[in-house]
């Protein structure tokens, strides 16, 4: 079972694979977002502990190499705009326009944290910038998941643990969409 694994990222690639929605993710007394089991629901299945970044490394076969790059977006008021030189745009707008889904972290109205998924150029505004708090990922991954089936592009942007439960979860051969 999944809870209380130690050095929890609070990736959600365990809530996403459970089969039973057994797993939610909750404040901890600290405020991260921590897997919780309903152990009524819970069928003891071990995909949560299987798919578990922390728990079982994962490979990253794209970086062999360490390696730096410099970039910045020419339209100065994206830049303004942006946090990253607005490269996270320029990636965004080339996925959209090849019929593509961004995901990424907004705020709602109530200042929460969500990360969701645009199709269009004029919803990118909801993404850009630095948000330095956990985002709750919800269903992301499986959506992530569905629309790869469908050989449509995507984007995820997320800190490195989100990325790292993202690649969990989508090189995991028991998932069910």
Known sequence: MIQNVPYCSGCSACANICPQNAISMQPSSEGFLIPIVNEDLCSKCGLCV????????????????????????????????????????????????????????????????????????????????????????????KQVKSLLLKERPVLYSGTPCQIAGLYAYLRNKNIKT
Do not use: M, W
């Open 50 to 141: 299987k798919i578990c970044p922390v728990l079982n490394l994962v490979e990253n076969d794209c970086v062999k190499e360490p390696k730096a790059f410099a970039a910045k977006i020419n339209d100065e008021d994206i830049r303004r705009q942006s946090s990253s030189g607005g490269v996270f745009t320029a990636l965004a707008q080339k996925v959209i326009e090849e019929n593509g889904v961004v995901f990424g972290a907004a705020l709602d109205k109530g200042l929460n944290l969500f990360h969701i998924g645009v199709e269009t150029i004029e919803e990118l505004s909801k993404l850009r910038g630095s948000k330095y708090f956990q985002s709750q990922i919800g269903d992301t991954y």
